[in-house]
């Protein structure tokens, strides 16, 4: 592993690019050979550097697309640590998933990034199934996979969560005792915001949509049109009218700056018989692996990492890190704010892995 002080300056080197505008960023896909969307995203592997492999692997039945990136130098007669990435709520694994594997790789960590089952380039109907349970067992997959990947130390295994990804990797690593070491960026719990609604904003809707779910539900099991929720596409004049951060840079992000077409925000409707009645807060005091919480200081979704963070109360050692100034999706891309995560997550996985 590098010492800390050349991981800080590969971290400063790795961020010099500056902001994509969604022209560019829809050019550097199509010239990407692995259609990564991020700035500074592999283009080529190339001896010596870190290297991206695209891989398939089975899990229950469905084929799981996901990338491995590999450090410089990478020598599989010698032992890594490995690092499992999850990607938010609609996002994929050329996004900002891949773009946090690819940084922890520069660091001297074996990564892996896939797309959930259902989602993205990954197999699985309907399309745009989200249910937890998937995606927690998304997570161990590629655990197995990783694990069993020439060169890595499966005893030296740590799990990075980003937004949705992060509720789910938090209640993988409960019962997963592989993960030796438990961080998540931007924490969302998927379950808290489909039942209660953003900012709790939907609780006098509950039972109308726990309805709507199961007629959507019965119409597909009665082999019926699939019923989808969720956006599939945005105005300029929609997205400047969105009051909270998180929806409306969130629409940039992923249908502007960093869109790709395997990225969605829809999931089925019927997935709300599943998501509304799980809870990432629940059964936090199983986790007692070291873990790290980060979330920028203006981020409208914080409050969800402070209601998780506090009952991680078995939790080996734990640290809420704050990125001052930084928004939810800010964390996903900006600069001078993955640099910071990207420090913390490093000096964290090197004294716990």
Wanted: charged content about 20%.
């Amino acid at each position: 592993m590098k010492n800390k002080t050349t991981i800080a300056a590969l971290l400063i080197s790795s961020f010099a690019a500056t902001e994509l505008n969604g022209q560019t960023m829809a050019k550097v896909q199509e010239k990407n050979p692995f259609t990564l969307v991020y700035a500074g995203a592999i283009s080529k592997n190339e001896k010596g550097k870190v290297n991206i492999y695209p891989v398939k692997y089975k899990l229950n039945g469905i084929e799981i697309a996901a990338n491995v990136y590999t450090p410089a130098g990478f020598n599989t007669s010698k032992h890594y640590a490995a690092v499992v990435v999850a990607h938010p709520n609609g996002g994929i694994k050329e996004q900002t998933a891949g773009l946090y594997a690819q940084r922890l790789a520069e660091a001297g960590y074996v990564t892996i990034a896939a797309d959930a089952a259902y989602q993205g380039a990954s197999g699985g109907l309907p399309r745009h199934i989200d249910k937890p349970a998937s995606r927690i067992e998304d997570i161990r997959g590629m655990a197995d996979y990783i694990s069993q990947y020439a060169g890595v130390d499966a005893n030296r295994l740590g799990v990075l969560g980003i937004c949705g990804g992060g509720g789910y990797a938090l209640k993988a690593s409960q019962s997963d005792k592989r993960f030796k070491a438990v961080a998540t960026l931007s924490m969302f719990n998927s379950g808290e915001v489909r039942r209660n609604g953003f900012q709790n904003s939907q609780i006098a809707t509950i039972q109308e949509r726990l309805k709507q779910a199961s007629d959507a539900r019965a119409q597909e099991s009665a082999g019926g049109k699939i019923i989808y929720a969720g956006v599939s596409s945005v105005s300029d004049q929609e997205i400047a009218k969105t009051k909270t951060d998180l929806y409306r840079e969130g629409f940039e992000y992923y249908y502007r700056t960093h869109a790709h077409p395997n990225s969605t925000f829809l999931y089925t409707m019927s997935s709300l018989l599943d998501l509304m009645t799980w809870d990432a807060s629940t059964g936090m005091d199983l986790i007692n692996q070291p873990l790290l919480m980060i979330a920028g200081s203006k981020a409208d979704t914080k409050y969800m990492t402070d209601e998780v963070f506090v009952k991680a109360t078995n939790a080996k050692n734990k640290e809420l890190f704050v990125l001052d100034g930084a928004t939810h999706i800010q964390t996903y891309w900006k600069p001078e704010y993955v640099s910071l995560a990207l420090s913390k997550l490093v000096q964290f996985y090197q004294t716990n892995l």
